[in-house]
């Protein structure tokens, strides 16, 4: 046994961190734990050590005395195993450094370029600089910094850190992050000098819909950078006496796009010596006047994680290039050029592409353009600095000779370690998940966004709560929605309700509280819970989950019955007309009661979870409450559902609603014919997309599931791929089949709730299941049909990877299994008919008798020749000979 992979709560990157008690985990190699001792060294020297007798390995609370602000520690951990008499050789070290707990550590004010400006377009970006004096050797040097806006650091002319749009967006009002950087390889002895470029960002540049809105949360554009030193003189807080300047970046925006004039670049300015006589002192504004509580991060930062190189589409006869990143994507262009001084480059973007041309109606007032002058004649590289884009295709003009190999897309969003994988022998099917994937990362962009490119890129609390589960699949999510939920609590806490998105901006949108979009507040710190075996998470989100029960309940008059106000019910159904997304053909209140049924007993769970059993009675009074009034006024007793929709009855199914098997069998049985009445085809929107496939396979349709599944035609989750997508669509025909764009005014092909199916392929297709909190017992049951002849899921789960892989030879599905350690899976056999078998760590080959793959009732696979991707998937597979 050996011990892998420690780390302190869900942070990759324990500098700064905001707890003076952090938990600890790890993974071991192999066997059973029985005690474990934790080292912990001191800045100081100090070393001092525990045991504690223990089987766990996750969220093991702190075992020393708590640590001050400041403070560093070397951890390491080493583990008893069962039937050994001494302990495993320790871990890897692990360093950890609290950040500034308290209020009273911050001891410098906000200074600020800018406290109040005109927008009648994107401002302008602002440069700050300061020197000061080391003297002799920098033992340490730490930088505690924060923005009203967004910034990028140099020090002595370098970049310390790779952190792009920091600090990221909160809700300003409430909450404010701030970073720790370590700044001590970048100092010298004597002089040095620091540098701020500063621009507006969320704080107070232009966000939402309907035009949008300005200065949300304050007028200014400020710093707050508290700088700390340790040298021969001793540690002090630095003083910094700031000056600014206007800088090149003469406007940038979010949804503007970025215009960069080189020739007002100021070489050297971040380097010590400069000559800043001419620049103005900041305006300083005292920390008392702000009233946001400053908080370590709990994720990642935003980064740029992957390059790609773009291919040429069209070259005009003015040079001017269409070129193809081959990925939807969130990020911006890198370009590498020389041009005459004066001249400039411009960068336009677009998801996709119509009549040949870039298709930027469905940005509506995001016009996403860049561009740079240049100064000189030279080579310069240059990539905005504050704006990003959700964009596959772009035109670079204005520099007639530019070569294609001289263009980089950036793809850019939180830096989270990927987490599972998923995989078929149907590439369509593949392609689909893969959409996923991209469509998460592109909208991960330091919170859950519901689009990366138009004028919107807002929380959405809906779009996230049926995504969930997938997100926390794929990818370590946990620090990201942390963050995010704590912001929604705080805006619930001051609105009275959880508003449709956080953090919440005021541009049109009613704020009135409603199911499915309110109930994230319950449903995604349950789904990270169940994902990680984080208790924690629940109980600092507890208040919150209750508030909104509490609120809906209210609404009800007790009754449970919510059957009143604003709601979005069905969001999306493909039936709705394009400029009436909302008219659903399922009741929004059948939705709403139905989900305060649902919430209400996750809550129940909650309170068990916590001990709190006298909450655990009253939200399992309500739950009760709503299920009897669900059933009283949208069941009938023959266990018909109101509204006799896809949706309606998969909610039914789902939710456990139903009074008993008969009417459980009526509702899969109506599900099953309604489906088979659309011709397979997609009739659910928001509420009914996620869960249609699993209320078909729990009432023994499965083969009906993998029909609706399989489908390639409008609306259908594989039409997006065979019309060429690499990122789920917003709407099922974002695109039409004449290769035209939906004309309504929501068409975005970057939007991740419609893949929220991809839980469905992990779990049933797949076949991994967490039946504990943190995959600590797992179910493995893959479940297969839609003439798939193999199938694989892997996810790294706390403990380590759990992976399910099945191939179907003639009557046969082989089955291969692996377990980590500290891990129990009971593998259930196709059909059900043999009894469970439960496997522990390693590596288990099975084989179960299962009916012939060709018996299997899928429609033949009918292919678009005329689509690029599936014609070169075609000559891949043999079906089209090149």
């Known amino acids: 046994m050996s011990v892998l992979d420690l780390r302190v709560e869900h942070l990759a990157e324990p500098l700064g961190i905001g707890t003076p008690t952090p938990r600890l985990s790890w993974r071991l190699s192999t066997g059973t734990q029985l005690a474990y001792e934790v080292e912990a060294v001191h800045a100081t020297g100090r070393s001092e050590r525990v045991r504690v007798d223990s089987a766990d390995t996750l969220y093991q609370p702190w075992p020393f005395a708590p640590l001050d602000s400041r403070a560093a520690v070397d951890l390491r951990v080493r583990a008893l195993a069962e039937g050994a008499s001494e302990f495993t050789a320790w871990s890897a070290p692990l360093r950890i450094e609290v950040g500034l707990l308290d209020e009273a550590d911050w001891q410098v004010d906000w200074v600020s370029p800018s406290i109040e400006a005109a927008h009648d377009g994107p401002r302008p970006a602002h440069l700050l600089r300061a020197e000061f004096t080391t003297v002799g050797e920098v033992r340490r040097a730490r930088l505690y910094a924060t923005a009203h806006g967004i910034y990028d650091l140099e020090v002595n002319g370098i970049a310390p850190t790779d952190e792009v749009l920091a600090p990221g967006w909160s809700s300003y009002g409430h909450r404010l992050r701030y970073r720790t950087i370590d700044l001590t390889p970048h100092l010298a002895a004597g002089r040095n000098a620091i540098g701020v470029h500063l621009a507006d960002g969320w704080y107070r540049g232009r966000l939402g819909f309907n035009g949008g809105l300005w200065d949300v949360y304050g007028g200014d554009a400020s710093v707050l950078m508290q700088l700390e030193i340790e040298d021969e003189s001793g540690l002090r807080v630095v003083p910094l006496d700031w000056r600014t300047a206007a800088g090149p970046v003469i406007a940038t925006g979010l949804y503007e796009g970025e215009r960069h004039d080189a020739r007002l670049d100021a070489p050297g300015w971040s380097r010590p010596g400069f000559d800043d006589a001419e620049w103005k002192p900041a305006e300083r504004i005292p920390r008392s006047a702000f009233g946001a509580a400053l908080e370590a991060p709990t994720g990642p930062p935003v980064r740029v994680v992957e390059t790609i190189r773009p291919t040429l589409v ?354 899969g049985r ?40 399989m489908r390639t035609e409008s609306p259908s989750w594989l039409y997006a791929v065979v019309m060429g997508a690499t990122t789920v669509w917003e709407r099922w025909d974002s695109m039409l089949p004449d290769g035209s764009i939906n004309p309504g005014e929501m068409t975005s092909f970057n939007h991740y709730a419609l893949g929220a199916v991809a839980d469905f392929l992990h779990r049933v297709v797949g076949g991994i299941e967490e039946l504990e909190p943190g995959y600590r017992r797992v179910r493995i049951a893959p479940r297969p049909g839609g003439g798939l002849r193999r199938a694989c899921a892997r996810h790294d789960s706390p403990y380590g990877a759990i992976a399910s892989a099945w191939e179907r030879i003639g009557g046969w599905m082989h089955l291969t299994v692996t377990v980590p350690a500290g891990v129990t899976a009971e593998v259930i056999p196709p059909g059900g008919d043999a009894r469970p078998v439960t496997v522990t760590e390693g590596r288990h080959e099975l084989r179960f008798a299962v009916r012939p793959a060709a018996d299997d009732p899928v429609r033949p696979r009918r292919w678009n020749i005329h689509n690029p991707e599936e014609r070169r998937e075609m000559i891949e597979t043999g079906t089209l000979r090149p």
């Open 670 to 709: 109506r599900l099953a014919e309604l489906v088979a009445e659309g011709d397979h085809l997609i009739q659910t929107g928001f509420a009914g997309t996620p869960i249609v496939c699993d209320a078909l396979a729990a009432t023994n349709h499965l083969d009906v599931a993998y029909h609706l599944l």
């Open 314 to 667: 069209s070259r005009a006869a003015d040079g001017t290039m269409l070129l193809d990143v081959g990925q939807n994507i969130a990020g911006k262009i890198r370009v590498t050029a020389s041009a005459t001084a004066g001249a400039t480059l411009r960068i336009r973007h677009a998801e996709v592409l119509e009549d040949g041309e870039l298709a930027t109606r469905p940005l509506r007032s995001a016009t996403s353009v860049d561009e740079y002058t240049f100064a000189a004649a030279g080579r310069v590289t240059w990539t905005p600095r504050f704006t990003i884009h959700g964009f596959r295709y772009v035109e670079i003009s204005g520099i007639p000779d530019l070569d294609v190999g001289d263009v980089e897309a950036l793809v850019i969003h939180s830096d989270m370690r990927r987490t599972g994988w998923f995989r078929t022998d149907h590439p369509l099917l593949d392609r689909f998940h893969e959409n996923v994937v991209w469509s998460m990362r592109d909208n991960f962009v330091d919170l859950p966004t519901d689009c990366p490119q138009r004028d919107e890129r807002l929380g959405w609390t809906g779009d996230i709560q049926v995504f969930a589960p997938t997100a926390a699949y794929l990818y370590d999510a946990t620090g990201v929605l942390q963050n995010w939920l704590r912001d929604l609590a705080a805006e619930q806490a001051a609105a009275g309700s959880v508003p449709n998105f956080v953090p919440w901006v005021e541009c049109g949108f009613p704020s009135d509280p409603a199911a499915v979009w309110g109930d994230a507040a319950v449903i995604v710190p349950w789904t990270l819970y169940r994902r990680t075996g984080d208790s924690g998470i629940l109980r600092d989100q507890f208040p919150s989950m209750r508030a909104w029960i509490d609120q809906v309940f209210a609404l009800t008059e007790g009754t449970g019955h919510w059957n009143r106000g604003f709601q979005l019910g069905d969001w999306l159904d493909p039936a709705a007309p394009p400029e009436r997304p909302g008219d659903s053909k399922t009741d929004p209140y059948l939705v709403a009661t139905a989900y305060l049924a649902h919430s209400a007993r996750l809550v129940r769970e909650t309170a068990l979870v916590l001990g709190d059993e006298a909450a655990a009675d009253r939200y399992g009074d309500i739950a009760d409450r709503a299920r009897a009034a669900f059933r009283a006024h949208y069941v009938a007793p023959s266990g018909r559902v109101v509204s006799d929709t896809v949706t309606a009855i998969a909610i039914a199914i789902a939710f456990d609603l139903l009074e008993n098997d008969a009417q459980r069998a009526e509702a």
